[in-house]
C-alpha cells in the first residue's frame, strides 16, 4: 500500500492508502475525530463534576449519538481550501490537490452510510 504525505493548513499526516483520494478522506476522518473525542472528553469532565458537586438522581447526557456538530467544524477548520498529497514528502503535491470541500461531502456521506449500518434492525 502506497505512504502518502498530506498536508493543509494546520494538517500534516503521512498516511498508507490505496489511492490519493482515500489518504485524504482517512486525514480528514482522523483529525475531525481528535476534536470529537476532545470534545467528548470535556463533556464526560463536565458530568463528573456536576455529579460530585451535586447528587444527581438523573443521569446527565454524555456522548451525543451523532457527530457533534462544533467540534467537526473545528476539524474542518484545520485545512485550507485544498488538500496536497504527494507520494515524495511534505510541501510537495505529486499526486494531486483536492479540494477540502470535496474530501468533506466523501466523508459526511461516509459518516451517513455508518450511521444507517448501527441504526439498522436486527434482522432473523
Known sequence: MPKYYIQSGNVSFVVCAN????????????????????????LSLRSHLAQDAA??????DGVPENVPFEPMLEGLAEFDETI??????FGRDDSGCL??????THWRQLMAAVDRLFDKPDVQ
Open 55 to 60: 447528587d444527581y438522581e438523573e443521569p446527565i
Open 19 to 42: 489511492d490519493p483520494q482515500g489518504a485524504a478522506l482517512w486525514t480528514m476522518h482522523r483529525t475531525i475525530d481528535d476534536k470529537i473525542c476532545e470534545y467528548e472528553d470535556e
Open 84 to 89: 496536497s498529497i504527494s507520494e515524495l514528502g
Open 99 to 104: 479540494e477540502t470541500d470535496e474530501v468533506f
